[in-house]
Every structure is written in structure tokens, then in C-alpha cells.
T-cell receptor
Framework: AQSVAQPEDQVNVAEGNPLTVKCTYS??????LFWYVQYPNRGLQFLLK??????LVKGSYGFEAEFNKSQTSFHLKKPSALVSDSALYFC??????????????FGSGTRLLVRP | DTGVSQDPRHKITKRGQNVTFRCDPI?????LYWYRQTLGQGPEFLTY????????KSRLLSDRFSAERPKGSFSTLEIQRTEQGDSAMYLC??????????????FGDGTRLSIL
């Protein structure tokens, strides 16, 4: 079965420092991976996706993510955090082989808190 | 920029009442999804439409739930005889097929349902 794990409920980082939000996944076929961000009382905003190709994917607002097939991970990173990055971050996966509906399987989310 | 629009944003109702939510996807998007998000969790897939055809339903979608997309444009999600456990944020997303199979899903701001 497809699944996504976000092992950290919360990540705290000082403004200007690098940040990492962790994600691991489990699928039967090739994974299609996504990161979304959610602000309070809002829907999810798309940040970036990995489908194929380069393992380092660049996305919106200076975020990037590294796909690691051997570790089945897709960690979200940013070189220098901003206070405005404080939000809830979700990793999601779609299994290329098993799923014809294109539905996404989400992790439980990681709250990022960037302190000034 | 007209994104995915959901109405209402908030709905408070008594247990046992019926409720209906509306989603207007991005105009050229032919795929439409409904997800449910409970507090502290990631979104969970409910159902998926391609144009007007409902192609997949999650087992989360009990017989009290029904979704339609009659003309392949807007969609409605109806919950009959609401229960306390139906309290959640209901998210709609849309995406475009035909230009690559992994276009990101774009989410609306959701309808928050509270059952008294």
C-alpha cells in the first residue's frame, strides 16, 4: 500500500538558518512526489514535484527537495529560512503503477516554526 | 487569477441535517478531486472526477455521501444525515489532464464543516 511518513510533528529553526523537513514514502512502482504548504484556514499550495530526472528539484519561494531512491526519501529544504515560511507542510505521493485516479496520499504534516 | 473556489467557507449544522458544498475548479481543468482533512492530519482522498464521470470513490465515502459533476465543470458534495464524525475541512482540488500525467493538483481554501 502507498504511504507517506513525516516523522517530525514540528521543526523549529531560526530565521536565516537552513531548514529541512523530512519525508519518506512507500509505493509499489515509481513514485511521483509532491510538497504542499498550508497556511491557517487555507487550502494547500503547491511547492514542487518530482516525477523523473534530476534528484534535486527546485520549487516556489526558494524551496527545493532531494529525491533519494535508496532511502525512499524526499526531504524539503531551504538554504535560508524566513519567518513567513512558518506554516504546515505536507508531503504527498502518487504511485505510478497502482493508481489510475491520480489521487495523492498525504503525510500527516510537519509544522515549521521560524523564529526571528 | 481564478483559482479553485469553494462555497461556503464555513458551515455549522445540527447532527442529522443534510449539507451540500460546491466547488468551482480552475476553468480548463478536467480533473476534480474531493479530500477530507481532519485536525492534525493530512488530506484524505474521497472521490475523483474526470470531466463528468466519477471514476473512483474511497471507502471513506459512505452511502451518506454523494458527489456530482453534472456538466464537467463545478461539483457538489452532499452529506446526508450528518454525524459528529463528519466535522472536518472538505477540500476540492483540480488538475489538467492531457499535458502530462502528473500536473499538480490545485486546491481551494476548503469548506469547514462543524456538526453541533
Amino acid at each position: 500500500a502507498q504511504s507517506v511518513a513525516q516523522p517530525e510533528d514540528q521543526v523549529n529553526v531560526a530565521e536565516g538558518n537552513p531548514l529541512t523537513v523530512k519525508c519518506t514514502y512507500s509505493v509499489s512502482g515509481n513514485p511521483y512526489l509532491f510538497w504542499y504548504v498550508q497556511y491557517p484556514n487555507r487550502g494547500l499550495q503547491f511547492l514542487l514535484k518530482y516525477i523523473t530526472g534530476d534528484n534535486l528539484v527546485k520549487g516556489s519561494y526558494g524551496f527545493e527537495a532531494e529525491f533519494n531512491k535508496s532511502q525512499t526519501s524526499f526531504h524539503l529544504k531551504k538554504p535560508s529560512a524566513l519567518v513567513s515560511d512558518s506554516a504546515l507542510y505536507f508531503c504527498a505521493v502518487r504511485d505510478s503503477y497502482m493508481d489510475s485516479s491520480y489521487k495523492l496520499i498525504f503525510g500527516s504534516g510537519t509544522r515549521l516554526l521560524v523564529r526571528p | 487569477d481564478t483559482g479553485v473556489s469553494q462555497d461556503p467557507r464555513h458551515k455549522i449544522t445540527k447532527r442529522g441535517q443534510n449539507v451540500t458544498f460546491r466547488c468551482d475548479p480552475i476553468s480548463e481543468h478536467n480533473r476534480l478531486y474531493w479530500y477530507r482533512q481532519t485536525l492534525g492530519q493530512g488530506p484524505e482522498f474521497l472521490t475523483y472526477f474526470q470531466n463528468e464521470a466519477q471514476l473512483e470513490k474511497s471507502r471513506l465515502l459512505s452511502d451518506r455521501f454523494s458527489a456530482e459533476r453534472p456538466k464537467g465543470s463545478f461539483s457538489t458534495l452532499e452529506i446526508q444525515r450528518t454525524e459528529q464524525g463528519d466535522s472536518a475541512m472538505y477540500l476540492c482540488a483540480s488538475s489538467l489532464a492531457g499535458t502530462g500525467e502528473n500536473q499538480p493538483q490545485h486546491f481551494g481554501d476548503g469548506t469547514r464543516l462543524s456538526i453541533l
